[in-house]
């Protein structure tokens, strides 16, 4: 009797703890410690700064082959009743710069707002908004990235349908960075990166709401350039 009582309290443990690690630690299977699934406690004591520090972390880790563990299925239950996400990212459509990949980030952790040339339009400004002033995000990044096939459609000048209208968003950045082709890497990358400076003056020039939290400092916004034959994300200066 004594042996089938301590036997249950084993089992209630046992299932305390799987409760438990289910709601703030969803897995640590090999390796290193898979992060928490973003609360709002979490969420509240980090900075602009810190949360910038993550995503850095998190690219080392993709590029040096370390990721973190994750059981992807925990964390779905683990964040269905709400989000904590620290950052919004803008970023091109590129198959090949999948965000929560890059970054090393799980379910919940970041919003991924991605159209051909991380361009912007009134709709993404509004997902930012909702981002910062809702749900309360540190940080936005608008991350470009080499190779960008819509940066050289911009170059050309490209027509298309629709695409027409978006790729004259970039023409700007094309503009600002002189002569040049679409087959000159070099070229392609500086446009880019003039693109992506040309995002983050158009966020701050057209929404006062996220300019009245990037000057209160509540917010942060950076610039970032991904390299797609390297994977590394590099950070632009202010
Ligand atoms: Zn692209």
Redesign the pocket.
């Known amino acids: 009797m004594r042996r089938t009582t301590f036997a249950m309290e084993l089992v209630a443990l046992a299932l305390a703890v799987s409760a438990s690690a289910l709601a703030q630690t969803p897995t640590a299977t090999t390796g290193k410690k898979a992060p928490a699934v973003q609360t709002a406690e979490s969420q509240a004591a980090l900075t602009p700064t810190s949360a910038l520090e993550k995503l850095k972390k998190g690219n080392t880790r993709f590029v040096e082959k370390n990721m973190r563990t994750r059981d992807w299925m925990a964390k779905v239950p683990a964040t269905a009743s709400g989000q904590h996400p620290f950052a919004a990212i803008l970023a091109?459509?590129?198959s090949r710069n999948p965000i929560e990949i890059i970054f090393d980030q799980g379910i919940g952790d970041v919003f991924g707002i991605r159209i051909?040339?991380?361009i912007v339009n009134d709709d993404e400004l509004g997902s930012m908004e909702y981002a910062t002033k809702v749900v309360g995000v540190k940080l936005i990044v608008v991350l470009g990235?080499t190779s960008?096939?819509?940066?050289k459609g911009a170059i050309d000048d490209a027509k298309l349908g629709n695409l027409t209208g978006l790729l004259a968003k970039i023409r700007p950045a094309v503009s600002a960075s002189g002569p040049g082709s679409s087959k000159d890497d070099a070229y392609v990358t500086k446009v880019a990166q003039a693109n992506v400076s040309q995002a983050m003056k158009e966020i701050r020039e057209k929404s006062p709401t996220i300019k009245e939290q990037l000057d209160a400092g509540t917010v942060g916004l950076v610039g970032a350039m991904y390299d797609v034959s390297t994977g590394k994300v590099t950070f632009l200066p202010d």
């Open positions: 091109c459509m590129d051909a040339g991380n990235h960008c096939g819509a940066v």
